[in-house]
């Protein structure tokens, strides 16, 4: 009976860690179809320096994502035993394709974002019992090209 309670926290972590987590990533599909239109790279030049740009800037986007305890006692258990600790890779996933979100929607008028990078930084107040939370900051340069060169609008023709 006593085993009853511990096991019921495990289940009910798993089931509430899955269903926030499903939600997160379909606010992420969501805001990516939003944003699609901004490629991003890692390459350092432009792939045309000849157009003449209107505006460049430092962009950046900064998360912080905590894993659920369920996920946690999953990876004590796989740290016993050793091996890869799959159910942190979501975690890294969801932070950076959130960053990277956050990166976009500072410029959203930006062609192109360049010279992507990654930092990541593990947080942990409370040693070896604090949750597993980890920082992913992205950043790039966004480049916006002049007005005249970009293609002309596309009229829509569902908004007449």
Known sequence: MQILIPLGLLMLGWGV???????????????????HHVPVT??????????????SRLVRGQVVVSVDYFK??????R??????????????????????????????????????????STISAGGGRAMGTIEV?????GVR??????PPAVPDPAAD
């Open 79 to 120: 740290t016993l035993f050793g091996g890869e600790i799959h159910s942190y890779s979501s975690l890294l996933d969801r932070g950076r394709r959130e960053a990277i979100l956050r990166m976009r929607e500072q410029f959203p008028h930006a062609d192109v974002i360049l010279n992507l990078r990654f930092e990541t």
């Open 145 to 150: 090209y002049a007005q005249a060169l970009r």
């Open 42 to 55: 890692t390459e350092r030049q432009l792939w045309n320096p000849d157009l003449p740009i209107a505006e």
């Open 17 to 35: 860690g899955t269903l926030l987590e499903r939600a997160h990533y379909r606010r992420i599909h969501r805001r990516e179809d939003q944003h």
């Open 72 to 77: 946690r006692f999953l990876a004590a258990l």
């Open 137 to 141: 900051l992205a950043y790039g340069t």
